[in-house]
């Protein structure tokens, strides 16, 4: 299995495994504020009813830069799995609130008080049909959802997987952030995603890939314990690794989740390009 | 007329979020659904909520509705008639 591409965006950032840019005509530096036009030249009307969780994983899979499908095709061999820390905590407690006044529970709010909104938001967009995951179990969410990405591809369910691991939060980061070492000022909102796929299927779409991706289940090649407090730090290791700018390391090697409970580690090797 | 319909526009574009679309972007006499706008029933329940609100006017009938959120133009003249009922 390979990783042909990865994607990627913060607070104020955002990029594939070729750059990294900061937000366009953006003053506030809120991520609330963000709009489709800062970051991508497509056209996605759509962009704004999106709540602030799929808006960063939507832009994260357009980093990808998967070619846009045809008229009436779909991709039922491509999956989708997500993983994010809090999940639809933001727009569960805007909900709630606005339960309580007069209006009542906002409709357009109600679909994304689901976490796995996010997975239907790339699914149309992309035209994806294939199965789909959305992990949210606490601090390991976005590394058990990548290891369930790699298990998809190899099991030989899909060719191809397009993993998000996510969060989006920011109105009510004093609810749920206590410990703001992860943040920046009162947010967490970023999405990594990277394309994993079988290397038949990279060829027919001629995408190049980055690096070879496998699951080790020998416990005595499990990497050292990670001193990450949760996914993030793993997933932003893997895509600093793929986008080269950490060029230091031949192998990169992540431990698996406790979630996940297997010794297992993820084996990352990249391939240099000819 | 005219006012209610350029006020309607803004309201649709604030309530559903439409960032980028400004109100000059709006065919009034467009459909909302499927083609035009390209709404969805997610957006009509928004709709409905923003009828209430603003309006003070509650939709219960479902062909009613179908009709009256068919464009800017018919919404605003469904507008206009129950606000005339009402007074």
């Not at chain 1, 994607?7 to 070729?18: A, Q, W």
């Not at chain 1, 969780?53 to 846009?68: D, G, I, K, W």
């Given at each position: 299995?390979?990783?042909?591409?990865?994607?990627?965006?913060?607070?104020?950032?955002?990029?594939?495994?070729?750059?990294?840019?900061?937000?366009?005509?953006?003053?506030?530096?809120?991520?609330?504020?963000?709009?489709?036009?800062?970051?991508?030249?497509?056209?996605?009307?759509?962009?704004?009813?999106?709540d602030?969780?799929?808006?960063?994983?939507?832009?994260?899979?357009?980093?990808?830069?998967?070619?846009?499908?045809?008229?009436?095709?779909?991709?039922?061999?491509?999956?989708?799995?997500?993983?994010?820390?809090?999940?639809s905590?933001e727009v569960?407690?805007g909900?709630?609130?606005?339960?309580?006044?007069?209006?009542?529970?906002?409709?357009?709010?109600?679909?994304y008080t689901?976490?796995?909104?996010?997975?239907?938001?790339?699914?149309?967009?992309?035209?994806?049909?294939?199965?789909?995951?959305?992990?949210?179990?606490?601090?390991?969410?976005?590394?058990?959802?990548?290891?369930?990405?790699?298990?998809?591809?190899?099991?030989?369910?899909?060719?191809?997987?397009?993993?998000?691991?996510?969060?989006?939060?920011?109105?009510?980061?004093?609810?749920?952030?206590?410990?703001?070492?992860?943040?920046?000022?009162?947010?967490?909102?970023?999405?990594?995603?990277?394309?994993?796929?079988?290397?038949?299927?990279?060829?027919?779409?001629?995408?190049?890939?980055?690096?070879?991706?496998?699951?080790?289940?020998?416990?005595?090649?499990?990497?050292?314990?990670?001193?990450?407090?949760?996914?993030?730090?793993?997933?932003?290791?893997?895509?600093?690794?793929?986008?080269?700018?950490?060029?230091?390391?031949?192998?990169?090697?992540?431990?698996?989740?406790?979630?996940?409970?297997?010794?297992?580690?993820?084996?990352?090797?990249?391939?240099?390009?000819? | 007329?005219?006012?209610?319909?350029?006020?309607?526009?803004?309201?649709?574009?604030?309530?559903?979020?439409?960032?980028?679309?400004?109100?000059?972007?709006?065919?009034?006499?467009?459909?909302?659904?499927?083609?035009?706008?390209?709404?969805?029933?997610?957006?009509?329940?928004?709709?409905?909520?923003?009828?209430?609100?603003?309006?003070?006017?509650?939709?219960?009938?479902?062909?009613?509705?179908?009709?009256?959120?068919?464009?800017?133009?018919?919404?605003?003249?469904?507008?206009?008639?129950?606000?005339?009922?009402?007074?």
């Open positions: 299995m390979i990783v042909t591409a990865c994607g990627y965006i913060d607070e104020t950032s955002f990029g594939s495994n070729r750059s990294l840019s900061t937000w366009r005509n953006s003053d506030s530096g809120r991520p609330d504020q963000l709009r489709w036009r800062m970051v991508c030249d497509s056209v996605f009307d759509r962009f704004g009813r999106l602030l969780l799929s808006r960063f994983a939507v832009v994260a899979v357009e980093m990808l830069r998967l070619r846009p499908p045809p008229p009436n095709v779909t991709f039922p061999d491509m999956g989708i799995s997500v993983g994010t820390q809090f999940g905590f569960d407690v909900f709630m609130q606005g339960k309580k006044g007069p209006g009542g529970g906002s409709p357009i709010l109600f679909p689901l976490p796995s909104t996010v997975i239907g938001e790339i699914a149309i967009r992309h035209r994806i049909t294939g199965p789909s995951v959305c992990v949210q179990a606490g601090t390991d969410s976005a590394l058990a959802a990548l290891w369930q990405s790699v298990r998809l591809v190899e099991s030989g369910e899909v060719a191809a997987c397009i993993y998000v691991g996510c969060d989006g939060i920011f109105a009510t980061s004093h609810l749920c952030l206590p410990d703001k070492s992860h943040t920046q000022g009162n947010a967490s909102c970023f999405a990594y995603a990277f394309l994993i796929e079988n290397e038949n299927n990279a060829r027919k779409h001629s995408r190049t890939p980055l690096a070879q991706i496998s699951i080790d289940n020998n416990p005595n090649s499990r990497a050292e314990k990670s001193s990450a407090q949760d996914s993030r730090e793993g997933l932003d290791r893997l895509y600093k690794y793929l986008a080269a700018s950490d060029a230091s390391s031949k192998v990169l090697k992540l431990t698996a989740p406790a979630t996940l409970r297997t010794a297992s580690a993820l084996v990352i090797r990249r391939i240099e390009s000819s | 007329m005219h006012e209610l319909v350029e006020q309607l526009k803004k309201q649709i574009i604030e309530a559903l979020n439409l960032q980028d679309i400004t109100p000059d972007r709006i065919d009034p006499a467009a459909t909302l659904f499927g083609e035009g706008l390209g709404l969805d029933s997610i957006d009509a329940l928004e709709l409905v909520v923003m009828l209430e609100e603003h309006y003070g006017i509650r939709v219960t009938d479902l062909e009613v509705a179908r009709k009256a959120f068919n464009s800017v133009n018919t919404l605003a003249e469904f507008i206009t008639n129950n606000q005339q009922k009402g007074s």
